[in-house]
């Protein structure tokens, strides 16, 4: 019996194998888009579900039937709020098996094990302050959770996500050289180096961008820059985009290129300071796009330094507070 209401009353869930250790149900249902969330088992006979969203009872009897025969042993989430935590305790009282997750205590360095499997949660803050993921020892692969979307090189933020700690995390995945990273939402991601590059790529991108548009403003807010986005995914594309943009407003203020009041939201207006000196924007108001890809390239080195120089500014000015 559930323990809990259900979020999603349909979900078509498709299972497939990824390798000899790792299989996936993708969950298509109306509530996110259709696209699906990404549950992953992992091992065979003693086997470990990761990330099991959303909470619907189909999507709970695929499990089950997935992993008849076999003992599921471990339930383990990346990261916990609503729709990803919801479904873990009906699981769990189906199965015995034992919940972890990062607010009760799975951290960084923990190694949990099964017959043929070797997991090890890694720290990977950004989409949630407290977001974990899970190295697949015998096989080079991570199990990443919403640190990256498989679609898009825009960093997975939730409302109250860090940007900065995401890209300090996507450059740590970058430099670890897994072979493939399996995130919760959209396809797997084998050519990793690439996709991490474009990653961050886009995030050095889209701070000019937006330093650039803010200057030419005045001053703007996230809500602002959002209505240039192109309206597509029947109207749901400018919430999304304002929050991907509050991110990066508050990470610029926070290191001093903008500024904004103490408690920022999607229409606080942020200003640059005149002392910055920003190149012109070179960009009308109201032609503006914030989803062209591949406007501003850099080699991978150049997104090293620059990014690396920001952290040694963080920490420089923590240490003078």
């Known amino acids: 019996m559930s323990t809990s209401p259900w979020e999603v009353g349909f979900t078509d869930c498709t299972i497939r194998r990824l390798s000899p250790r790792v299989r996936r149900i993708v969950s298509r249902e109306p509530v996110y888009g259709g696209e699906g969330l990404r549950t992953y088992m992992v091992g065979e006979g003693e086997v470990a579900v990761i990330d099991p969203a959303p909470n619907s009872r189909p999507l709970l009897e695929a499990i089950l039937a997935a992993t008849e025969g076999e003992r599921v042993t471990h339930i383990l989430m990346t990261h916990t709020h609503g729709r990803r935590s919801a479904l873990a305790a009906d699981l769990a009282a189906h199965c015995g098996a034992e919940i972890l997750t990062p607010d009760q205590g799975l951290s960084h360095g923990r190694r949990i094990t099964g017959s043929d499997w070797t997991l090890h949660a890694l720290s990977a803050p950004g989409h949630t302050v407290d977001h974990v993921a899970f190295a697949l020892e015998e096989e080079s692969l991570l199990l990443c959770g919403e640190l990256v979307c498989g679609w898009?090189?825009?960093?997975?933020?939730?409302?109250?996500?860090?940007?900065?700690?995401a890209l300090t995390s996507l450059r740590a995945?970058?430099?670890a050289g897994f072979?493939?990273?399996?995130p919760a939402i959209g396809p797997e991601i084998c050519h990793v180096d690439e996709f991490l590059t474009?990653?961050?790529?886009?995030?050095?991108?889209?701070?000019?961008?937006?330093?650039?548009?803010?200057?030419?403003?005045?001053?703007?807010?996230?809500?602002?820059?959002?209505?240039?986005?192109?309206?597509?995914?029947?109207?749901?594309?400018q919430p999304a985009a304002a929050d991907l943009l509050l991110a990066y407003l508050v990470k610029l203020a926070r290191e001093r290129r903008l500024t904004a009041p103490a408690r920022p939201s999607l229409f606080t207006r942020?200003?640059?300071?005149?002392?910055?000196g920003l190149p012109p924007a070179g960009l009308r108001r109201r032609e503006h796009r914030l989803d062209n890809l591949w406007a501003f390239p850099l080699s991978a080195?150049?997104?090293?330094?620059?990014?690396?120089?920001?952290?040694?500014a963080q920490r420089q000015t923590g240490a003078r507070r």
Do not use: K, M, N
């Not at 072979?179 to 399996?182: D, E, G, N």
């Not at 790529?201 to 209505?227: F, P």
């Not at 942020?270 to 910055?276: I, R």
């Not at 080195?301 to 040694?312: G, K, Y």
């Open 198 to 237: 474009a990653c961050l790529v886009q995030a050095a991108r889209r701070e000019r961008e937006i330093l650039s548009l803010v200057e030419q403003a005045g001053a703007c807010s996230a809500w602002d820059l959002a209505e240039g986005c192109d309206a597509r995914l029947h109207g749901l594309v």
């Open 173 to 175: 995945v970058r430099r």
């Open 179 to 182: 072979h493939r990273l399996l």
């Open 301 to 312: 080195s150049a997104i090293d330094a620059h990014f690396t120089s920001l952290e040694t």
């Open 270 to 276: 942020f200003a640059a300071p005149a002392a910055l």
């Open 152 to 165: 898009s090189p825009d960093p997975a933020l939730d409302r109250d996500g860090d940007l900065a700690a």
